[in-house]
Structure formats: structure tokens, C-alpha cells
């Protein structure tokens, strides 16, 4: 799917959108574009920074979120990541089986395990996430301030409408 021409306006369907979605193409769904910028972030900028440590997209969210709130259950990483359960065990186990973090049983809860990341697995984050912070900030230096300030708040609202559905 590919975006329409650049345009110096905004569609006509996103100006004043019908109740029902009528008029409203699916390569101008908002979810459509959200998606796609995301996918093409991840495949063309975040996919060739984490290639030459080996590991993927999954293992690097799991990875961060050890290394910047510390130690957690898997339950607690999917709450931090928006990730589902199969994704953080999966990625856990492969990070696990490179020496990149650590497991304990929760001695408060028997059948809990706590995650943790390793020294091997600190130092990966940081080299890996200097990288990933230079491509956000050349990311957010495409936009202007205004429509900084504008796309930060449209996805607070756009990610509480969806949590809201959940509950």
C-alpha cells in the first residue's frame, strides 16, 4: 500500500468525517497510517540498528523495558511494552538462551519468575539504545515544533481511546 501524492491539504474525509466512516479509504484509515509509519520505522531504520547485536524488534523491547524500569515479571513487561504474553515469553527465552538477562524464582510467589537483564545484556541496551535515541530525535527533527506538540497529543488521546476500550 503506498500513501496518495503529497498534498498541501488535509483529505476531505479526515476534515469532516462521516459518523459512519463512509468515504473514508482504508490507506487513510488513522490506524492504516499509524501502522504503516510504525512498520516502515521499525523495518527500515530499528530492524538494521538491532541486526548486528541478533536480535529482533520483540527481544529489544523486552530488553529495554529491564534496563530502563529493572527487574520484572513477564507480566509486568507486558503492561510496560503493550506487547501480549506469547511475545514476551518467546523473546524472553531468546534473550535468556544468549546470556542476555537472567531468571530467578520470586521468592515472595512460587510459580512467579522475575527477569532481570545481565551485564552482557546492559551493555547491548546501551549501545543499542544511544542508536535508537539519534533515530528518534532525527525522527522528531522532521517536524516542526507545532506539529510535535500536535502528534504527542494526538497519540495520548489516541492510546487512551484504545486502553478504554480494553477495560
Same mark, same amino acid.
Do not use: C
Given at each position: 500500500m503506498s500513501l496518495p501524492p503529497d498534498a498541501p491539504f488535509i483529505p476531505p474525509s479526515w476534515q469532516s468525517p462521516a459518523p459512519d466512516g463512509t468515504g473514508l479509504e482504508v490507506e487513510l484509515f488513522p490506524s492504516v497510517l499509524m501502522l504503516a509509519a /510504525?512498520?516502515?520505522?521499525?523495518?527500515? +531504520?530499528?530492524?538494521? +540498528?538491532? @541486526?548486528?547485536? /541478533?536480535?529482533?524488534? &520483540?527481544?529489544w523491547r523486552v530488553l529495554l523495558s529491564l534496563n530502563h524500569y529493572g527487574e520484572a515479571t513477564a507480566a509486568q513487561i507486558v503492561d510496560r511494552s503493550w506487547m501480549d504474553k506469547a511475545?514476551?515469553?518467546? &523473546? &524472553? !527465552?531468546a534473550l535468556e538462551e544468549r546470556g542476555l538477562i537472567g531468571r530467578r524464582q520470586d521468592p515472595a510467589h512460587a510459580?512467579?519468575? +522475575? !527477569?532481570s537483564s545481565t551485564r552482557k545484556g546492559e551493555a547491548l541496551y546501551a549501545r543499542v539504545h544511544a542508536q535508537a535515541q539519534r533515530?528518534?530525535?532525527?525522527? !522528531?527533527? !522532521?517536524? @516542526?515544533?507545532d506539529e510535535r506538540r500536535g502528534l504527542y497529543l494526538a497519540l495520548q488521546k489516541i492510546i487512551r481511546h484504545a486502553q478504554g476500550l480494553a477495560e
Amino acid at each position: 500500500m503506498s500513501l496518495p501524492p503529497d498534498a498541501p491539504f488535509i483529505p476531505p474525509s479526515w476534515q469532516s468525517p462521516a459518523p459512519d466512516g463512509t468515504g473514508l479509504e482504508v490507506e487513510l484509515f488513522p490506524s492504516v497510517l499509524m501502522l504503516a509509519a /510504525g512498520t516502515l520505522f521499525q523495518r527500515n +531504520i530499528f530492524r538494521p +540498528i538491532l @541486526e548486528p547485536s /541478533g536480535i529482533g524488534v &520483540a527481544e529489544w523491547r523486552v530488553l529495554l523495558s529491564l534496563n530502563h524500569y529493572g527487574e520484572a515479571t513477564a507480566a509486568q513487561i507486558v503492561d510496560r511494552s503493550w506487547m501480549d504474553k506469547a511475545q514476551v515469553s518467546r &523473546a &524472553a !527465552l531468546a534473550l535468556e538462551e544468549r546470556g542476555l538477562i537472567g531468571r530467578r524464582q520470586d521468592p515472595a510467589h512460587a510459580r512467579r519468575v +522475575i !527477569l532481570s537483564s545481565t551485564r552482557k545484556g546492559e551493555a547491548l541496551y546501551a549501545r543499542v539504545h544511544a542508536q535508537a535515541q539519534r533515530e528518534q530525535a532525527r525522527l !522528531l527533527a !522532521l517536524l @516542526e515544533p507545532d506539529e510535535r506538540r500536535g502528534l504527542y497529543l494526538a497519540l495520548q488521546k489516541i492510546i487512551r481511546h484504545a486502553q478504554g476500550l480494553a477495560e
